[in-house]
C-alpha cells in the first residue's frame, strides 16, 4: 500500500511537470509565431537562410555595408510594416523574412572598394565559390575615349547548400544617380566556378540590362536574428524597380558621326549648348518635383542618339509626356523653375502642346496619345488653326545619361527616330519645317473658328 502511495505521488508530479511542459511549448509557440516563425519550412528556404547568414556574418567582420535588394524580402518588409498588428505570414516558412522558398538571395553594394581581398578569400575558406562579372566602366565612357577599363558588375556565389548570392555592385554617376552594370552571357566572366545556368532565369536585377537608381539611404534593422541593411524607403525602391532599365549613349556612334561630319565647338555653339543644358535641367527639375515622367523627345531625343549631345544648330529642347500623366500643376511648376509660358496649343483630350522660354531658349514639351496600334502627339499651326498629327510606333521608356543628366528616352530609340527623321537621320540637316519635313506627319484637320481663343494661346 505504501509503495502504491508512492508510485501514484511519482505518477502525479510527472503528470503535473508534463503539464507544465506543455503549458510552457504552448506560450512558446505563440511567441514564435508573433514573431514570424511557424513550423512550416522548405528544405530550400533553410539552406538559403543558412547561406545568408553565413554571407553577413563574413560581411559584417570586414564591415562590409551590404543592403538587401531582394524583392520577396523588401515585398514581406513593407506588408508587415502596413498591414494589421501581430499579422504574420506563415508561408514563408520558419522565419518571417529570410527563408522564402527560392534559392538566390539578392543584395547590393555601394562602390566595389568595400569588397575587398579578405572578404573573398574568407568566403572561399567558408565553402563559397564565386563567378565575377566584369564590364567597360560607363564612367569613363566619350567620344575620345571608347574603349575604358572593365570594372566589376557583379558577383555571383554559390554556397555549400546550393543555395546562392547574387551581388550587384552599384555606382555613382555624376553624384545624382545609382547605377549597375547588365548581366549578359557575352560579358566578361572572370573567375568561373560551377554551372550557373540553372542561376541566369532567378536574377531579379540585371539580366540583360543595366539599371539606375535615384540615391537612397539605408536603415539596419534586425530580422529573423540577423542585423541587414535595407533602404530606409522599401516601398519607393520597389516602386523604381519596373521603370529601372537603362540604356547608354553609343558614343562609337557619335564618334564616327562627328568624324564625317565634324564638330561644332565654336563659341556660338559651346554658348547654346550650355543655355540649352540649363533649360533641360530646369524643365527636369520641374517635373521630377510633381511627379511628371518624361522623355527626350523629337531633335534633342535625336542630338542624344545620333551625337550624345545637344545639336548645335537646333533651337530648342525638346520632351515627350504621355497624356495620362497630364497634372494641372506643369505649367506653375516650370514658372517656379524660371520657365515662363510662351505658347498653349490644343486641349488635354486633343493635341495638346506647351512652350515655355528662357532668355532665347524655348522648351518644347509635347503630350502623347496611345491608340491600339500606335502613339502619336500632335501639332498646331497657329495661324489658321491647322492641326498635325506625328505618329510613332508603341515605346517604352529607358533611363539614360545625357550631358551629365540621368533623363529618360524611348527604350526603341531607333525606332522612334527613323518614324519621325527617316531612316537617313545619321545626315546633317540644318533645315526642317515641322509641318512637311518629318516623315510621320500628316493633315488632321482644322480647328473651328470658334474654338481657336481656347486651342491656340500665345502669351
Not at 503630350?367 to 517604352?396: A, I, L, Q, S, V
Amino acid at each position: 500500500m505504501h509503495r502504491s502511495g508512492i508510485l501514484a505521488g511519482l505518477l502525479f508530479i510527472s503528470l503535473c511537470f508534463l503539464l507544465v511542459q506543455v503549458y510552457l511549448y504552448a506560450i512558446s509557440l505563440r511567441s514564435l509565431k508573433h514573431q514570424g516563425f511557424t513550423r512550416k519550412i522548405s528544405t530550400k528556404g533553410l539552406n538559403a537562410y543558412k547561406t545568408t547568414k553565413e554571407f553577413l556574418l563574413i560581411a559584417a567582420k570586414y564591415n562590409t555595408p551590404l543592403f538587401v535588394m531582394d524583392h520577396d524580402i523588401l515585398e514581406a518588409l513593407v506588408q508587415y510594416r502596413v498591414g494589421p498588428p501581430g499579422e504574420t505570414n506563415t508561408t514563408l516558412g520558419r522565419c518571417k523574412y529570410l527563408c522564402y522558398n527560392n534559392s538566390i538571395r539578392t543584395f547590393g553594394v555601394l562602390d566595389i572598394r568595400w569588397i575587398t581581398k579578405g572578404f573573398l578569400k574568407d568566403l572561399k575558406s567558408s565553402g563559397f565559390r564565386s563567378t565575377l562579372i566584369v564590364g567597360p566602366d560607363p564612367r569613363h565612357m566619350s567620344t575620345q575615349y571608347l574603349s575604358p577599363p572593365n570594372t566589376p558588375f557583379h558577383y555571383l556565389f554559390e554556397s555549400q547548400y546550393k543555395t546562392y548570392i547574387h551581388l550587384i555592385v552599384f555606382y555613382e554617376r555624376r553624384t545624382s544617380y545609382l547605377w549597375h552594370g547588365p548581366v549578359q552571357r557575352t560579358d566578361l566572366i572572370e573567375e568561373p566556378s560551377g554551372n550557373w545556368e540553372p542561376v541566369w532565369p532567378l536574377l531579379q536585377f540585371g539580366r540583360e540590362f543595366a539599371g539606375a537608381y535615384a540615391k537612397m539611404e539605408f536603415t539596419l534593422i534586425h530580422v529573423d536574428r540577423l542585423n541587414i541593411l535595407v533602404p530606409k524607403f522599401p516601398a519607393s525602391f520597389l516602386n523604381q524597380v519596373p521603370q529601372s532599365q537603362f540604356i547608354e549613349c553609343n558614343f562609337r556612334q557619335a564618334y564616327n558621326f562627328a568624324a564625317v561630319n565634324g564638330m561644332d565647338n565654336s563659341p556660338e555653339a559651346k554658348d547654346f549648348r550650355a543655355k540649352a543644358r540649363e533649360v533641360l535641367v530646369r524643365g527636369k527639375r520641374a517635373l521630377d518635383d510633381i511627379g511628371v515622367r518624361f522623355w527626350l523627345s523629337s531633335g534633342t531625343c535625336l542630338g542624344w542618339f545620333r551625337e550624345c549631345n545637344i545639336i548645335a544648330h537646333g533651337l530648342d529642347i525638346d520632351f515627350g509626356i504621355w497624356i495620362t500623366d497630364y497634372n494641372s500643376k506643369i505649367v506653375s511648376a516650370m514658372e517656379s523653375h524660371g520657365l515662363q509660358l510662351k505658347l498653349e496649343f490644343g486641349k488635354v483630350e486633343d493635341s495638346y502642346e506647351l512652350s515655355f522660354v528662357r532668355g532665347n531658349i524655348k522648351l518644347d514639351v509635347f503630350f502623347f496619345y496611345e491608340e491600339y496600334d500606335h502613339m502619336w502627339n500632335g501639332g498646331t499651326e497657329y495661324r489658321n488653326g491647322n492641326k498635325y498629327k506625328y505618329d510613332f510606333p508603341k515605346f517604352t521608356l529607358c533611363w539614360t545619361e545625357f550631358v551629365g543628366v540621368r533623363v529618360r528616352v524611348p527604350c526603341e530609340t531607333q525606332s522612334y527616330i527613323e518614324a519621325n527623321y527617316g531612316k537617313d537621320w545619321d545626315r546633317k540637316v540644318k533645315h526642317w519645317n515641322w509641318k512637311e519635313s518629318p516623315p510621320n506627319v500628316r493633315p488632321n484637320g482644322q480647328w473651328d473658328a470658334e474654338e481657336m481663343q481656347q486651342v491656340v494661346k500665345v502669351f
